[in-house]
């Protein structure tokens, strides 16, 4: 009995290349650090007017099975070079990020590769052991790195072929045919896990070649079925949603092999790739979103159209056998690369409206670079010391990837090279944040585009300064040893500076001011009474300056003495006698203290302690002043003066001590009162020593 599925399976690879093109929508660019390398080669196009470029970057070998541009313009392909899978991710200039590989039997077919935009790329394929009857359908996760996170494998004891990968945020699909009979879609999740299949058959041969999500909950799957259309082999198109309801499916053929090969779409209009007619010529079908056919049209190339990608709004690319394509969305031919370098097109392709990006064992990469550009911000006035930066925003053909950058940007200030070489990205922009001094910069930046372009831009700078502005003390008057003086310096400019103090016209004292200390201090301390005119001068050390004056007046407080306010006296010869003074001052150079005694110095000293004594023993018999004289040795003064007189001692009665004299006197004093008592009572002493009656006196 004849295969019919491998059969049918020859056929296709024979009229149709069975590439697949694993892309969702085009990613926004976003230029990202690196840049292109290789030699730019320039590609006339058919149509004589357009001017391509193409850098090459060979790496590896083997076929190229799908390919991924995520956001950052990293280039994802998978290709199988020697019986296995291999995943590599390139930057835009070629140069390779890292490579894996991976086996899961003894024969590996990979056929499609899809990133989530997440930083994880999906790989998908098949996998078949000569002792094993049925093929694997395998999944595989890669992280950021090409870390393996997880594989796995679809077997239920029947021949399953993956051909192509696609995804949305609800999860991955992969489509394919079940035992070469039937078209296959399985929904997947992130952690790969099967969420359902879906199998569809007409009794006859069928397979997808292809599949594609909207984004927005479609999928579209596209291939071929055979002896149930038109011909032998007729176009087919399905339509599910994300639960695996199937929306409709569409066929399409002539009369001969109709094969679709690839599907991409705008999220309006969804197109098919593949071959059609006895020539197998290429064939490009446009549909809308209900399965209507919106155009229809057959080329002259003899091979299957392999790949479609978008190429900016109203346009796609398209790749056929040794020709990359440009064509508006009706199917009109913009222009090929047909008969020029590189002299093959590999059948991936991935576009967006500036470039291309082919391959096939071989990155190729495609487009025209606009003339560069630089946004000036124009001149900048501003004043020291407030936030400010120059912002130059370069457009053109800029560094592209991670390593080797080539687009660079040197800057000038004042005409002497401050910045060299640093890379720029289209449309990033270029930011140069410095403090410039007070006065007028020229700021120049000379960029150099990846085709050697140079061009340049000047911005004149004016920076002005505002000047520290003095919050000092009053006008006043001070006690001497009192005196500190404090200026407060606010600056908006600066945070830093210089101060300087002149006192009458002459320098008294320096120092410096910071964001922590803003201020000026004087310590006039050793001052003596007097006024003074005090100036401080503040600088910012960039033109800008604040001054202020301040006159004080220095006075001092006299000693204090409190000492004898009433004349004391002595007789001569006692000793023990002594003046004391108590002496009070708050201010003071020296305490120095001066005695007279009747105008002549008889002391000198130091006072501590707020006393002062001087000692009268050995004065003769007279009257005396002392005065005190207290000095503070800042002009202060004051004097004290306390009198003494000295007596004579009081005359003696000779031979008698004076306590004789005192009893003697005491005796003849006690004698005289007997006499008196007697001459006043006669009787009285018989009466007082009678015991009989006496008769009352008349």
Not at 46 to 57: F, H, P
Not at 422 to 451: E, R
Not at 494 to 520: H, K, M, P
Request: glycine residues 12%.
């Amino acid at each position: 009995m004849r295969d019919t599925r491998h059969w049918a399976i020859g056929l296709f690879f024979l009229f149709a290349a069975s590439f697949v093109v694993t892309l969702g929508a085009s990613p926004t660019r976003r230029d990202m650090p690196g840049d292109m390398d290789g030699r730019p080669m320039d590609i006339v196009a058919s149509d004589g007017n357009t001017m391509l470029y193409a850098n090459t970057v060979f790496y590896g070998s083997g076929n190229g099975n799908g390919m991924w541009v995520d956001s950052t313009d990293a280039i994802f392909t998978i290709g199988r070079p020697v019986n296995e899978f291999r995943i590599t991710k390139t930057y835009h200039n070629g140069t390779q990020a890292w490579n894996v590989t991976w086996k899961g039997g003894q024969y590996n077919y990979p056929t499609g590769i899809w990133g989530d935009g997440a930083g994880h790329v999906y790989t998908c394929g098949y996998t078949r052991n000569d002792s094993m009857r049925s093929e694997r359908l395998v999944l595989i996760k890669w992280n950021s790195s090409g870390g393996l996170v997880w594989n796995r494998t679809y077997n239920d004891s029947e021949d399953n072929e993956l051909s192509g990968i696609s995804g949305d945020k609800t999860g991955i699909y992969t489509a394919g045919s079940r035992n070469g009979h039937n078209v296959f879609l399985v929904k997947w999740t992130f952690d790969g896990d099967i969420n359902w299949t879906r199998e569809w058959g007409s009794g006859s041969p069928e397979s997808a070649t292809c599949v594609w999500c909207t984004g927005y909950g479609n999928i579209y799957v596209a291939g071929w079925e055979q002896w149930f259309g038109a011909g032998s082999y007729d176009i087919v198109l399905f339509k599910w949603n994300h639960v695996g309801n199937l929306i409709w499916n569409k066929t399409w053929g002539t009369a001969n092999i109709d094969t679709a090969s690839c599907v991409w779409g705008d999220g309006t209009y969804v197109y098919t790739g593949g071959v059609s007619g006895p020539y197998s010529n290429a064939t490009l079908i446009k549909w809308d979103a209900l399965g209507g056919i919106v155009s229809q049209n057959t080329y002259s190339w003899n091979t299957a159209i392999a790949s479609i990608s978008g190429a900016g709004a109203g346009y796609l690319y398209a790749t056929t056998g040794s020709t990359l394509v440009k064509l508006a969305t009706n199917g009109t031919v913009m222009w090929d690369s047909l008969h020029h370098s590189p002299p093959f097109c590999p059948p991936v392709v991935w576009g967006n409206e500036t470039f291309a990006y082919t391959y096939g064992g071989k990155i190729v990469r495609w487009g025209t670079e606009p003339a560069p550009a630089i946004s000036s911000p124009g001149n900048i006035t501003y004043v020291y010391g407030e936030p400010k930066n120059i912002t130059w925003v370069i457009t053109g053909a800029g560094s592209i990837g991670s390593s080797f950058p080539r687009a660079t940007y040197e800057i000038y200030l004042d005409g002497g090279r401050v910045c060299e070489k640093n890379s720029w990205w289209s449309g990033v922009p270029v930011v140069i944040d410095w403090q410039l001094t007070p006065g007028s910069h020229t700021c120049k930046i000379v960029a150099t585009d990846l085709l050697g372009t140079v061009i340049n831009d000047t911005v004149f700078v004016t920076v002005g300064n505002v000047a520290p502005v003095l919050s000092g003390p009053p006008d006043a008057t001070y006690y001497v040893r009192d005196v500190y003086l404090r200026w407060n310096i606010t600056d908006t400019s600066v945070s830093s500076g210089t101060w300087i103090a002149y006192q009458n016209g002459s320098t008294y004292w320096t120092g410096t001011w910071s964001f922590y200390t803003q201020y000026a201090r004087l310590n006039c301390w050793y001052l003596l009474p007097g006024i003074y005119n005090f100036t401080i001068v503040v600088n910012d050390g960039y033109g800008g300056t604040g001054e202020d004056t301040v006159m004080i007046t220095i006075v001092n407080e006299a000693p204090v003495i409190i000492g004898p306010t009433a004349e004391s006296s002595s007789i001569v010869g006692a000793r023990g006698y002594s003046i004391t003074w108590t002496i009070d001052d708050q201010q003071w150079e020296t305490r120095d203290y001066t005695i007279l005694r009747n105008g002549t110095v008889v002391a000198t000293g130091y006072w501590d302690y707020g006393t002062v004594a001087i000692s009268l023993d050995g004065l003769g018999v007279g009257r005396y002043n002392f005065t005190i004289i207290v000095d503070d040795g800042l002009g202060g003064q004051a004097r004290h003066t306390a009198f003494h007189t000295v007596r004579e001692k009081p005359a003696e009665v000779p031979g008698y001590s004076p306590i004789v004299l005192v009893s003697i006197g005491m005796v003849v004093i006690a004698v005289l009162i007997i006499k008196t008592r007697r001459k006043e009572c006669p009787n009285s002493l018989r009466w007082h020593t009678s015991t009989s009656i006496q008769p009352t006196m008349t």
